[in-house]
């Protein structure tokens, strides 16, 4: 069965940086864009980044435009958000996902889900 694992989450102080993680596991996953969401205590779960299954085109939400990079190594089936410059804002859950059909910016088009991890942003 599909598996997404994310890892890497913490807590930082303002202006600080984070490096995420998910791992993949029972899917052809250079065939599946990725994406990374977040949701904050009483929010939805908003688009956060998200990148085509070859790495060749990516796409941000404008709060993190500049500010996080998403990337993949399709060789070790694993998707990263890079996270620098982290603001207050940012605080959240964060969940690595698979795209199955739809905009690459609405969480019904990802068919599979991590569990997520945490973020914490002080400030």
Do not use: H
Request: hydrophobic share 30%; proline share 2%.
């Amino acid at each position: 069965q599909v598996q997404l694992v994310e890892s890497g989450g913490g807590v930082v102080q303002a202006g600080g940086s984070l490096r995420l993680s998910c791992a993949a596991s029972g899917l052809t996953f250079s065939t599946y864009d990725m994406g990374w969401f977040r949701q904050a205590p009483g929010k939805e779960r908003e688009f956060v980044a998200a990148i085509s299954g070859s790495g060749g085109v990516t796409y941000y939400a404008e709060s993190v435009k500049g500010r996080f990079t998403i990337s993949r190594d399709n060789a070790k089936n694993m998707v990263y958000l890079q996270m620098n410059n982290l603001k207050p804002e940012d605080t959240a859950g964060y969940y690595c996902a698979a795209r199955t059909t739809g905009s690459y910016y609405y969480r019904n088009a990802y068919g599979y889900w991590g569990q997520g991890t945490q973020v914490t942003v002080s400030s």
